[in-house]
C-alpha cells in the first residue's frame, strides 16, 4: 500500500466549477500535511497547510480527518489559471521528510 | 531574495557515464534536502542535510549515488555511473529549520535523462 494515495484524475472541468480532490495516507504517526501544487515541468510550490480544524484561503478549502486518515482539497469557483497537478503531501514521523502523493492533474477549461 | 537554485537544469548522459547536480538553497537555510521523480513515479525523498552534516539518507537508492555539503553551504548530487533507470527529475529544496512547522521551498529541478 502506498503512503499517500490520491485520485488518479485527470479532472477536467469548466471554469466556474467546483471541484474535490482526496487524499489518503497510511501512517497514523504522520504529523503535518500539505497540499502543493505543480505547474508543468516546474517546481512543487506550497499551496496551504491542512489542520485539523479546516482551513481556507480564498477559493481554496482545506480539510484533514485523523481518524479516517484522509485529506481533502476544495477548489470553488475555478479558473483556468488553477489547471496544474495537485500533490498530496505528509510529513514523516520525524517531521523532516515529505512523502508526496502521484498527484491529481486538473484542467480547467473556458 | 533568491530562491533555491539548481544546476544544470537540463541534462542528457549516455548509461555508464557520470553527472554532477549542483544546488544552491536559500541563503541562511541550514537544511537542504534532495528528492527525485522517476518516469511515472511519485516525488521521493533521498537525503537531508543539516549544515554540513548528512542527516538522514535513507532514501538513497544505492551507493551510485553521492551526495556532499562541504561548508554546509551548496550541496552535490553525483551519480556514477548512470543507469537508464536514473533518469527523471531531482529536486533539492530547503528550509530554514527542520520539523513540522516549517515551509521547505523547491528549487526547479534538475532533469536527467540517461540514454
Known amino acids: 500500500r502506498k503512503e499517500v494515495e490520491q485520485d488518479p484524475g485527470p479532472f477536467n472541468v469548466p471554469e466556474g466549477a467546483t471541484v474535490a480532490f482526496n487524499c489518503t495516507y497510511s501512517n497514523s504517526a504522520s504529523q503535518s500535511f500539505f497540499w502543493y501544487r505543480q505547474d508543468c515541468r516546474k517546481e512543487p510550490k506550497l499551496l496551504m497547510s491542512?489542520?485539523?480544524s479546516g482551513n481556507e484561503d480564498g477559493r481554496f478549502t482545506a480539510q484533514l480527518n485523523r481518524a479516517s486518515q484522509y485529506i481533502s482539497l476544495l477548489i470553488r469557483d475555478s479558473k483556468l489559471s488553477d489547471s496544474a497537478t495537485y500533490l498530496c503531501?505528509?510529513?514523516?514521523?520525524?517531521?523532516?521528510?515529505?512523502?508526496f502523493g502521484k498527484g491529481t492533474t486538473l484542467s480547467v477549461s473556458s | 531574495e533568491a530562491g533555491v537554485t539548481q544546476f544544470p537544469s537540463h541534462s542528457v548522459i549516455e548509461k555508464g557515464q557520470t553527472v554532477t547536480l549542483r544546488c544552491d538553497p536559500i541563503?541562511?537555510?541550514?537544511?537542504l534536502y534532495w528528492y527525485r521523480r522517476v518516469m511515472g513515479k511519485e516525488i521521493k525523498f533521498l537525503l537531508h542535510f543539516v549544515k554540513e552534516s548528512k542527516q538522514d539518507e535513507s532514501g538513497m537508492p544505492n551507493n551510485r549515488f553521492l551526495a556532499e555539503r562541504t561548508g554546509g553551504t551548496y550541496s552535490t548530487l553525483k551519480v556514477q555511473p548512470a543507469e537508464l533507470e536514473d533518469s527523471g527529475v531531482y529536486f533539492c529544496a530547503s528550509s530554514q529549520e527542520a520539523g513540522p512547522g516549517n515551509t521547505i521551498y523547491f528549487g526547479e529541478g534538475s532533469w536527467l535523462t540517461v540514454v
Open positions: 541563503s541562511g537555510h541550514d537544511n
Open positions: 503531501v505528509v510529513r514523516d514521523q520525524a517531521g523532516t521528510a515529505l512523502i
Open positions: 491542512v489542520y485539523s
